[in-house]
């Protein structure tokens, strides 16, 4: 289990989980296999923290961020947010759990309704899980309005109207219409102009210093991650093969898929970018279908073992809350942590600043 911060509450423990989607074919529909999307994940998300999730397409962070909320059934594994398990709970139980668990999504224009306005759609979460008067409901809607920065005007617009940061805001208002603990962000930015990215970021931090909020935020933008998260955890084919802090993960990364992802973040200054090694994977991801055997990585790791293709690496404590899946650390010694380890202080980003691109 991924779990480090004896002093700190934990509000989300995931445990084991997976989630695996049947492959079928023939006229009966036959299970002939599974795509393994999430295989086997554990980790802890303290109270007022962002975890950062972090890795290629494809490597099951979304589908992961989804599960936690249970938008889809696990295969195995628990979830428990509150100390509640949410895996395991009846459909009338889980709904009466979704007030306190919410979701941003990658796609602004794609997860509002067109056809309804923007007092409407923020309305909505409202209207399904509270008694409130039509006035309340109202005073309820423009409060959201202006926690995010939106004009009470626009409440009977429709999201055609807005630009992609404005309709983000109107996503983060409906997330926020419940006042939930624990928010997945699934890729907030990702669809965002660069000159927007960061406002929406400054804003999602603006209001978990406010409101004291919880983040899981996935993103495979690694230089905005670097801003906003607390710890970061790296996925790769289903698996996280790092988690560390901050400072540590992007100071020293140990695992060679981290290394290999780092050294793709483009540098602001250009001396340090060309003296630095760039590392490049060769092949392809293999398929979450038919994975390979021992480690996933091993078909295109630069530091690849004979062990490596036989045995699957287990996650091991390097140092006080870093934990490495790679058998190259099967004989490291706990080591004490380091002050850049426990420091903490997150940047307040510029919306003018042309670094903040994406990483890999």
Do not use: W
Not at 40 to 45: L, Q
Not at 170 to 198: H, K, M, T, W
Not at 240 to 265: D, G, K, W
């Amino acid at each position: 289990m991924f779990d480090h911060a004896p002093s700190q509450k934990t509000l989300v423990e995931v445990d084991g989980l997976k989630l695996y989607f049947p492959i079928t074919a023939g006229l009966f529909r036959r299970r002939v296999g599974d795509v393994k999307a999430v295989d086997g994940v554990s980790f802890n998300i303290y109270q007022g923290e962002t975890l950062g999730l972090v890795g290629e397409s494809g490597c099951g962070k979304s589908t992961c961020g989804r599960a936690l909320l249970r938008l889809y059934n696990v295969t195995d594994g628990s979830i428990r947010i509150g100390g509640v398990d949410i895996a395991r709970l009846s459909a009338d139980a889980l709904r009466r759990m979704r007030p306190t668990m919410q979701m941003v999504f990658q796609d602004p224009q794609a997860s509002l309704n067109p056809r309804m306005t923007v007092a409407g759609i923020i309305g909505e979460p409202l209207d399904e899980h509270t008694t409130l008067s039509r006035a309340e409901k109202l005073a309820r809607i423009y409060e959201l309005m202006d926690a995010v920065g939106l004009s009470r005007d626009f409440a009977n617009r429709y999201p055609h109207a807005f630009s992609g940061g404005q309709r983000q805001r109107i996503g983060i208002a409906r997330a926020l219409a419940l006042n939930p603990r624990f928010i997945v962000c699934d890729e907030p930015i990702a669809a965002l102009d660069v000159s927007i990215q960061a406002q929406v970021v400054n804003l999602l931090e603006e209001l978990q210093d406010r409101l004291g909020l919880t983040y899981l935020f996935i993103s495979h933008d690694l230089s905005m991650v670097r801003h906003i998260a607390d710890r970061v955890a790296v996925m790769y084919l289903g698996k996280i093969v790092e988690l560390a802090t901050r400072e540590a993960l992007y100071e020293r990364p140990m695992h060679p898929y981290t290394q290999a992802l780092l050294s793709a973040v483009p540098e602001p200054d250009p001396v340090h970018e060309a003296s630095r090694r760039r590392i490049i994977l060769t092949g392809d991801v293999p398929s979450p279908a038919n994975p390979p055997q021992g480690c996933n990585f091993c078909t295109r790791c630069p530091k690849v073992m004979e062990i490596c293709r036989r045995e699957e690496p287990a996650s091991r404590e390097l140092e006080p809350g870093r934990f490495v899946a790679c058998h190259l650390y099967e004989t490291a010694t706990t080591a004490g942590a380091t002050a850049a380890e426990n420091g903490s202080g997150k940047t307040r980003l510029s919306t003018n600043n042309p670094t903040t691109q994406q990483g890999v």
